[in-house]
């Protein structure tokens, strides 16, 4: 769902089918943060306020995790996970093999 959003976006605003590979991959890592952080923040708020109780606190809990979950989010997925995954994939699917 956020993968088709985020090249959509990416590839409307930011880059070129030419660019290099090194620019559309942050780009598009960048581009599926940001719906990531706004959606999971949501659950994390709705999550707490069962928990709570407090269903009257759900948008500032909310509006206080986008930012929160954004400086975690955006770090972990240019320098952790977006490299692990595509070393996985690479490994698991050596361009030429899949038709």
Not at 26 to 44: D, W
Not at 55 to 71: D, H, R
Not at 72 to 91: C, D, E, H, N, W
Request: some cysteine; glycine content about 8%; charged content about 15%.
């Amino acid at each position: 769902m956020v993968s088709k959003l985020a090249k959509g976006f990416a590839f409307r605003f930011l880059v070129k089918p030419e660019s290099s590979t090194l620019r559309k991959v942050i780009c598009i890592s960048s581009c599926m943060v940001v719906p990531m952080v706004i959606v999971m923040s949501l659950y994390g708020g709705l999550e707490m306020c069962v928990r709570t109780g407090e269903w009257g606190q759900l948008g500032m809990i909310w509006l206080t995790n986008i930012p929160k979950n954004f400086i975690m989010a955006l770090p972990f997925q240019l320098l952790i996970a977006g490299p692990i995954v595509r070393k996985v994939f690479r490994s698991a699917f050596p361009v030429g093999s899949v038709q």
